[in-house]
Nanobody, 127 residues
Framework: VQLQASGGGLVQAGGSLRLPCAASGLFFGSVFMGWFRQAPGKEREFVSAINSRGTNTRYADSVKGRFTISRDNAKNTVYLQMNSLKSEDTAVYFC?????????????????????WGRGTQVTVSS
């Protein structure tokens, strides 16, 4: 299983970035996907999650209303659209997969609940 996040970079506060995460080696359409981030000196924190069909999403309070998670199962890709970026959004962003998916399952918000992880992509927001 490989998850590859990309799209990170340096952006000014108030700007936008879109992070894609391409998956391979798994049946993508049956896996719940999530985004986490980790800032220097801090623990990895939940950002957003989406169910296998893309019909249910969940967000951390800190990004609600600014970030949008989506997925394209035909392309085996999950996206994180980040708008109105703030300096506190600066972190390495990781995508993750939860293989224990089922109708009605609550989207996981802890890193321990995710089985697959990709390399992160750095997002730096300058103020």
């Amino acid at each position: 299983v490989q998850l590859q996040a990309s799209g990170g970079g340096l952006v000014q506060a108030g700007g936008s970035l879109r992070l894609p995460c391409a998956a391979s080696g798994l049946f993508f359409g049956s896996v719940f996907m999530g985004w986490f981030r980790q800032a220097p000196g801090k623990e990895r924190e939940f950002v957003s999650a989406i169910n296998s069909r893309g019909t249910n999403t969940r967000y951390a309070d800190s990004v609600k209303g600014r970030f949008t998670i989506s997925r394209d199962n035909a392309k085996n890709t999950v996206y994180l659209q980040m708008n109105s970026l703030k300096s506190e959004d600066t972190a390495v962003y990781f995508c993750a997969g939860d293989r224990i998916s089922a109708i009605g399952k609550v989207l996981a918000v802890t890193a321990a609940e995710y089985d697959y992880w990709g390399r992160g992509t750095q997002v730096t927001v300058s103020s």
